[in-house]
């Protein structure tokens, strides 16, 4: 007999609900994204995500159940994303979770939402199997981790300060691109010279697997007020192209690094800064000349999506990770 997960994802600006049969098949995934509403303020307005999840959250549920020929009497337990996020974001996706377990007499799941990103993967890649090693990107986080198995993670290394997505988003908010402004700087990295700006990069010593992208942050922002100020023109494409180098350097040295030191020959990347195209094709490389085999979620399970949260609850289901019907949401949460 089939397994059929219901899940729900609302930690940021894109309310989402997916149908999963047997924790990687995907039945549905709709994604209601806010971006738009978002831009003009040039970045996520936490009280209007949460208005905007509230009106969204049971038309794509209903949505989700009806894309993928499901009933709801029929579904065996409910994923919710509980944290890390915005709290009033992740409060409306928690109660509807909730309201519909206790409605239809379901088992309820909390989800880690970064968990989710890294399983991701496993819906994009139906051989991957644990263990390997984990690069995780997004616009809140920055972390190397070892997948040991399906219930057991390990922290190698994380950011000290800004997460590589907010290094991207601010960059791009400041050179004039709308929010968010990673797939800006990649397009325009692709047309530059990444050796035009020689940007510092941080904590590159050996055996170091902590990331720090706030110097560069800082560097970048520098070098665009004293350009100004000097009346210098500025080349989009070559700083982008600079930024774009010193942040792939980091990441992908510090994730060859850290599979010499635990031997791990697997590696997949996750979270939306892993749709760069850039970093896809440098960790690619990477993976190539180490001779270890690479796996990416592909752009729609990159970014925000509920059917990420879908696998992490079956496997979660399996081991019998339930939560109650006080389930709360956590703005930040180890994974
Ligand atoms: O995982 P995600 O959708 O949301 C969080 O959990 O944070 O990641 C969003 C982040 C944003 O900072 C966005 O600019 C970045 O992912 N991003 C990219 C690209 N696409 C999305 N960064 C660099 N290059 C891209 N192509
Ligand atoms: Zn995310």
Known sequence: M????????????????????????????????????HRKFGGVVPEIASRHHIEQVVPVVDQALEDAGVRLEDIDHIGVTYGPGLVGALLVGVAAAKGLAFAAGKPLIGVNHMEGHIFANFLANPELEPPFLSLVVSGGHTMLVVVKDYETFEVLGQTRDDAAGEAFDKIARVMGYPYPGGPHIDALAAKGNPNAIEFPKALHEKGNLEFSFSGLKSAVLNYLNSAKQKGTPIVDTDVAASFQKAVLDSLVGKTREAARMTGQKVITVAGGVSANQGLQRALAQMCEEEELTFYRPGRILATDNAAMIGCRAYYMAKAGKFSKLTLNAKPSIPL
């Open 2 to 37: 089939s397994i059929y997960t219901l899940a729900i994802e609302s930690s940021c600006d894109e309310t989402s609900a997916a149908v999963l049969r047997d924790g990687r098949t995907v039945l549905s995934n709709v994604i209601s994204s806010q971006v738009p509403i």
